[in-house]
């Protein structure tokens, strides 16, 4: 069973397989370009470290909309967290990636962007809006 109104449909299923499958490869990815970062390593300006993020980011966000739209709307709280916290990892994770960012203020953003990224699966994983409360 699956999504707040108890979704058993088979699309909902590879939704979801396609949404955690985007997660693992968006979260990895940015740990890589994050340690390219750190290391001023010049692979981090390859095209396909340019475009490859967008397009994952475009599919898990799709699959997103597409499981919200089946199954979880109106947006409970735990939603409305995780939309709260990715606009957060977008921002500090935009920061932490820069090439302007002194690099005190990028481990900053860094160790920002990594509390939003806990907070968004662990906001999945509980249905929670606040994990640690
Ligand atoms: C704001 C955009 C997002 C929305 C609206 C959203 C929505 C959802 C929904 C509806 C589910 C399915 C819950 C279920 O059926 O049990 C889900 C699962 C999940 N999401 Fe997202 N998601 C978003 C972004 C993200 C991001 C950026 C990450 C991590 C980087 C993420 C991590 C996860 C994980 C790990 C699960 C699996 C939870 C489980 O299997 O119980 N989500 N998300």
Redesign the pocket.
Known sequence: M??GRAVTSNAYQWL?AL??GC?VL??SGFAMRATMREFASPRLDARAWRILPHVIDTV??AS??A??WL??WPLPAW?LA??VA?VA?VGFGRIALSHSTRPRERRLALLAAVIA?AW??SA??T?SACPPC
């Open positions: 699956y999504g979801h949404h955690v997660v968006s979260l898990l966000l997103a909309v499981m919200v199954a979880w939603i995780k939309i990715l990892y990224a968004i699966v999945a994983l249905k």
